[in-house]
């Protein structure tokens, strides 16, 4: 039977090169600027993942809305971060299991990875997402919709290209930049990034990622699934310096097993190329050693993207390094203009991005008074087992004299991850001392990302942990690790005081018969 | 007759007395240096050196060597270390009254581009305080011991080697200063931060022990409230010397357990991972455990079916969170006794008769892993003898028996200071 895809045809949509596909919807090549319509409600600056968000709201609540993008739409995540990343983990992944078949049983011979197919993969993806956010569909939900570099060109205006558009409101969502380490003769040597990576062909035989953030991990195991040698240097003691030390040490022992060549305490210092390939000098803890490598990863850090705004001409506070300066309400020194995302330098996610918009929108249209601070805000990285986490860490919560508990489930003490053979990982919640009031929690799995929503849920509701033990889970799962955390902290209350008098309890309904 | 034909008081008098033997085996007379291991040419760590102060004494009260002659590596130790050059340079032999982790045996100076290192000089600086409270004959050659090791101590400048951080650092090298890091969240390093703080010339402030306490894990693992930390070691290092048994700081108040009481129930965690033995290793099971610092083996691991693993050689494995790589030390058992006297005697019976290809001559050799095939059920065995872990055996089993070091260490000014000084109060401490 000959599969359908609701619409494509009618839409135009190229589904035999996922390239132009999304250059077609994103950034399209013929589009045509409308004419400037008067005095904008909202004026909204990139169109990445705090732009949409901000753009789609106010037109849904009948704004008269300009969105500018610059380059294409959906910004990073869609073009060079999220979306493409994911993807190419998810054949990583796959290579893995592959590659551990025989633990389930299975035997899968002759199986080669084939980093080609699985970029081309990756840009199957892109354009598939690109659909729901096609220019052409921004234009239908009534959003005015310019391609161009946008200035400000007053406190109340701003220029795209010859044009001028007027706002009562703006909101600046421009993302970030790539953030490049200091390394010597990088620039003559050349190196990739997530920006220009995934446009590939194919992958070099060897790679060096610098850099042991989120992504830098995400990349190194997900290419090194991949069949390429990689080799991971980063300079500090831990990878994912702001995770929990167990967290980091897992993801650490599960790198080593893909086989990642991991050099941790270990600067690069400097590039030169070689014969042989690009040859980058190391330096640890004194000693300096060599390695060469066909190409290099590196700009796994992010700054604000505030160049050629023109914040000045509007009276908006930024700084290179922090970016545009906001209030807890999202507001610059402007006070007409609010900020979104990456370019204020804080929190660095999508999932944040869109969750600043959305309040920026509200405090900007509504006069609304809702805090950034008051967000629960979750975050993963998308290695494998994933790393998520929410709320205060234990230091966090030292610093602000909250005395917590911490109740751990290791996830080779659920029945689900067991059978999956996943049992790599843990829970951790961490609660008030003496309360069940949930503070934050760590989780590594497979699935962390997912499993973290229902303690992200209980924390922005202030439900408690113990609620989570009445809360049926079905069995078997892995989030049932959350629900033994809950009934942990539940049986917590059986001190010894209620223990007695629950003794005396039956005795009592002994004798009664 | 075997080991295990042995009743308990004999079987440990047994393998203290061959731990013992290793140290008065490998010692340098001259200096009284001690290698780090068995290899042929194997360096001198400062810790194990800090480790071998601490066993003469116990060695003369069993009667294994005399006073004599304990005195006479004692003084020849600590003359060593008091007349060291310390300048920081890069093949000298301590600075700012620390010490490099590895030195030759023979001249003392540094190898192996190693670290100036700060938890070894401490447990090195512990040897001394246990040689300075044992010998306390007025004699000429046992004054002359209470005075080295006691100005050994006052000369430690505590304050450099906070680095204008926090925390203390991990240590320093000649050639690129400090190690970024410093130690932070439970650890061995318990003994370095009292040590420390006991410093009446150079300490360190109260918020240098409460920043290490910054990143503490009090967790609920396996229904046990326990501050966590994964290898045995540092449950066990500190409390060779430390009796913290009826004591607490701000943190033991707080959660109305002590670090004794957090070592018992650390070994019962080790007990519950290797019963659930969730990576299926050969022969884990709550009578087979010692998930620690270790030797262990190399390289890939060959598993039927294809997990894919590694081993990790010389790492520090732990419970529950790992790394383990199937690698067990037959010898922590022994050094947990003080903490869980009958499960860890238990475990150290089994593991014996199961496992008699761990040991060499009565002593327990590095470690051993039965997941990969050898010439008998042990497995893999590691094929040097390590000092620390001799020193760790002949201490803690002493403790196990008698008390002695820490009844030792109680009469300490030195250590009473610096428990107080870290806000350690009640039981013992609160006494004359």
Request: glycine share 10%; aromatic share 8%; with cysteine.
């Amino acid at each position: 039977m000959e599969s359908r895809d609701s619409g494509a045809g009618a839409l135009g949509y190229d589904t035999t090169d996922p390239r132009r596909e999304r250059t077609q919807n994103l950034s399209p090549p013929d589009w045509q600027n409308p004419a400037p319509a008067g005095i904008y409600n909202l004026v909204v600056i990139g169109a990445g993942p705090a732009g949409l968000t901000a753009a789609r709201l106010a037109a849904g609540l009948g704004a008269r809305v300009a969105l500018v993008e610059a380059a294409a739409i959906g910004g990073d995540c869609t073009n060079v971060g999220c979306v493409p990343s994911k993807a190419i983990i998810r054949s990583g992944r796959l290579y893995a299991e592959i590659a551990r078949a025989r633990h389930f049983g299975v035997a899968a011979r002759g199986s080669i990875t084939d980093p080609a197919m699985a970029l081309a993969r990756v840009r199957k993806v892109q354009a598939r997402i690109s659909r729901a956010e096609a220019a052409a569909v921004l234009q239908d939900e009534g959003i005015d919709l310019f391609f161009g570099k946008a200035g400000f060109a007053g406190r109340r205006s701003l220029r795209v290209g010859d044009q001028t558009l007027h706002f009562a409101r703006a909101i600046v969502a421009t993302g970030g930049i790539l953030r490049l380490p200091d390394v010597r003769g990088l620039e003559e040597v050349g190196y990739v990034t997530v920006e220009t990576l995934f446009d590939r062909d194919t992958l070099p035989d060897s790679m060096m990622v610098i850099g042991g953030g989120p992504l830098g991990t995400e990349m190194a195991q997900a290419l090194c699934r991949l069949g390429i040698r990689v080799v991971l240097v980063h300079d500090e003691p831990k990878f994912l310096p702001r995770e929990e030390r167990d967290a980091a040490q897992l993801l650490s022992e599960q790198l080593a097993r893909d086989g990642v060549e991991i050099h941790l305490n270990t600067t690069a210092v400097s590039a030169r190329t070689t014969p042989l390939g690009k040859e980058i000098t190391l330096e640890t803890g004194g000693n300096v050693f060599r390695m060469t490598v066909d190409e290099v990863l590196t700009g796994v850090g992010r700054i604000p993207r505030i160049a050629g705004l023109d914040l000045d001409r509007a009276g908006i506070s930024a700084d290179p390094e922090n970016g545009i300066a906001v209030n807890d309400f999202m507001a610059t020194t402007n006070r007409r203009v609010y900020a979104a995302g990456d370019v204020c330098g804080q929190y660095m996610f999508a999932h944040v991005a869109e969750a600043a918009a959305r309040l920026a929108v509200r405090n900007a249209l509504f006069f609304g008074r809702r805090r950034f601070s008051r967000l629960t805000i979750p975050w993963c990285t998308f290695t494998d087992p994933e790393i998520a986490h929410v709320g205060l860490y234990a230091d966090q919560a030292f610093d602000k004299g909250i005395a917590i508990k911490t109740y751990t489930i290791l996830m080779h003490e659920v029945d689900r991850a067991i059978a999956d053979g996943e049992e790599t990982g843990f829970v951790k919640i961490h609660v008030r001392q003496g309360t069940d009031r949930i503070v934050g929690a760590t989780i590594v799995a497979r699935h962390a990302g997912e499993m973290l929503a229902e303690i992200t849920l209980a924390m922005e509701r202030r439900t408690g942990l113990r609620a989570l033990s009445d809360v049926i889970h079905t069995y078997p799962t892995q989030s049932a690790a959350i629900k033994a955390a809950a009934d942990a902290c539940v049986a917590d209350r059986l001190t010894p005081r209620w223990r007695r008098f629950s003794s005396w309890w039956m005795s009592a309904l002994r004798r009664v018969g | 007759m075997t080991l295990n034909d042995l009743p308990d008081e004999a079987l440990l008098d047994k393998l203290q007395h061959a731990a013992f033997g290793w140290f008065l085996e490998t010692v340098n007379p001259e200096n009284g240096l001690v290698p780090d291991n068995s290899d042929d040419g194997a360096p001198v760590s400062i810790a194990v050196v800090g480790f071998a102060l601490s066993c003469w004494p116990v060695g003369v009260a069993r009667g294994w060597t005399g006073r004599e002659r304990a005195r006479a590596l004692t003084l020849a130790t600590l003359r060593f270390f008091a007349a060291a050059e310390q300048g920081g340079d890069e093949t000298g032999t301590g600075h700012q009254g620390f010490f490099y982790h590895f030195l030759d045996i023979e001249r003392g100076r540094r190898v192996w581009n190693c670290e100036l290192s700060l938890i070894d000089t401490a447990l090195l600086l512990a040897g001394c305080e246990v040689a300075a409270c044992y010998f306390d004959e007025p004699t000429h050659d046992e004054a002359e011991i209470r005075m080295l090791a006691r100005s050994l101590i006052a000369a430690v400048n505590w304050t450099w080697a906070l680095d204008g951080g926090g925390t203390l650092s991990h240590g320093w090298h000649p050639a690129t200063g400090f190690i970024r890091y410093g130690w932070e969240g439970y650890s061995e390093a318990l003994i370095l931060y009292v040590l420390a703080a006991a410093s009446t010339s150079h300490p360190t402030p109260p918020d240098s022990y409460c920043a290490w306490r910054r990143t503490y894990q009090w967790e609920r693992i396996y229904k046990h409230d326990v501050l966590y930390a994964g290898p045995l070691f540092i449950h066990a290092f500190s409390h060779v010397w430390l009796d913290f048994r009826g004591i607490g700081d701000a943190f033991n108040r707080e959660k109305g357990v002590s670090y004794f009481e957090n070592s018992c129930r650390t070994v019962q965690i080790q007990r519950d991972y290797a019963r659930l033995n969730p990576r299926g290793f050969q022969g884990y099971d709550a009578d087979c455990w010692g998930l620690t610092a270790c030797d262990g083996p190399v390289g890939p691991m060959t598993t039927p079916d294809d997990l894919g693993r590694q081993f990790l050689g010389y790492n520090a494995r732990g419970a529950p969170y790992g790394p383990d790589d199937g690698t067990l030390a037959g010898w922590a058992p022994a050094a947990a006794l003080p903490f869980a006297p009958a499960d860890s005697m238990a475990a150290l019976r089994t593991m014996i008769g199961r496992y008699p290809g761990m040991m060499r001559d009565d002593r327990f050799l590095g470690s051993f892993n039965p997941s990969i095939p050898g010439s008998g059920p042990e497995g893999w065995v590691s094929p040097r003898i390590y000092g620390l872990d001799q020193g760790l055996l002949v201490l803690m089993i002493e403790n196990h028996r008698s008390g002695m070091i820490w009844d030792l260490m109680r009469c300490s000014n030195i250590c009473r200071r610096g428990l107080r000084q870290a806000g350690f109060k009640g039981g013992w401490l609160d006494g004359k």
